[in-house]
């Protein structure tokens, strides 16, 4: 992952910007230049029930300039720092619709953006903008906690069986990615693939049932082995590398709990190029239950942003 520019989504109603300082402290290390976006929309100043033509106009302009001397002063001590900031400010919605167009045009190497705590839950609460984001975004995606960054470890869950229908060098991008960003960021980086066989109350095939317990140490063996043939490929320590027996939308949260996980990597596959799109039932319920960053890569050649 070499990082050029960042593209960082500016939440306009928080004080706190959890994703710029995520964003800067990726920009310090690694060099790379960004852009923070502001997308604004205020329906009051969007139609003429209150003003005619020309006072909507001006209003409009007068607002979106005080948004961007907020900016302004968001920037000024990184610029000072040395990190080199752009800005940009638009009007419109949908967000995510603001935000896609905006990657589309800018290509940017990694995007950041505030995902929100709901109450006291600890995990992250992804909107409906973030879940957009995450199905139609054709740059990398990083969804920031609110949580204090630790700066230890980073996990990339992958999947080297494709069964979750990934291609091959999703696979390969997240190692290279995970690697990356791991020296960038001096974190201890961990490579986690989980699988479950088929529960025994499931299985339907008499033969399989009679033969169980060889058919879980064929799927164990099988999992092992491609886990292993695609970790061959890297200079990868065993003690970081971590095949787990379970349903990844338990084992992954967990795993990510236990090892104190600063940024959890994974790849997504949209459904198709429709808004309602999933990127599949088992990674939703990845992504609604952990408790840390988000860095997420979507398979390529799914489309651009425009095609969404």
């Not at 992952?1 to 109603?13: A, E, R, T, Y």
């Not at 209150?50 to 302004?72: I, V, Y």
């Amino acid at each position: 992952m070499k990082l050029h520019q960042l593209l960082v989504v500016i939440d306009p109603s928080q004080d706190a910007q959890p994703a710029l300082e995520r964003a800067t402290m990726l920009a310090r290390k690694s060099g790379a230049s960004m852009e923070l976006l502001l997308c604004e929309f205020n329906a009051t100043l969007d139609n003429g029930l209150w003003f005619d033509g020309s006072s909507l106009e001006k209003n409009r302009t007068s607002f979106l300039e005080h948004r961007r001397q907020w900016l302004e002063q968001l920037a000024a001590p990184l610029r000072s720092a040395g990190v080199d900031v752009e800005l940009e400010v638009r009007w419109g919605k949908p967000l995510h619709r603001m935000i896609l167009t905006r990657i589309a045009e800018l290509k940017p190497d990694l995007v950041f953006k505030s995902a929100r705590n709901q109450g006291l839950f600890k995990r992250l609460f992804l909107t409906n903008t973030c879940w957009q984001l995450i199905r139609h975004s054709s740059s990398p995606l990083w969804l920031v906690h609110h949580g204090k960054w630790q700066g230890r470890r980073l996990c990339a869950a992958l999947d080297p069986l494709h069964s979750a229908d990934k291609p091959a060098n999703l696979d390969h991008r997240l190692i290279a990615a995970a690697r990356e960003l791991g020296e960038q960021l001096d974190l201890e980086a961990h490579y986690l693939h989980s699988y479950a066989p088929l529960p025994r109350t499931l299985v339907f095939d008499a033969e399989l049932v009679a033969d169980y317990e060889h058919y879980v140490e064929r799927c164990a063996t099988q999992h092992r082995e491609a886990f292993e043939q695609l970790l061959s490929q890297y200079p990868i320590p065993l003690p970081n590398t971590h095949l787990l027996e379970g349903f990844a939308e338990e084992v992954i949260p967990r795993f990510v709990r236990e090892q104190e996980i600063d940024l959890l990597m994974m790849g997504a596959v949209a459904r198709g190029s429709l808004d309602t799109a999933l990127i599949g039932n088992t990674a939703e319920r990845v992504l609604e239950a952990v408790e840390c960053d988000l860095l997420v890569l979507r398979a390529e050649n799914e489309g651009s942003a425009e095609e969404q």
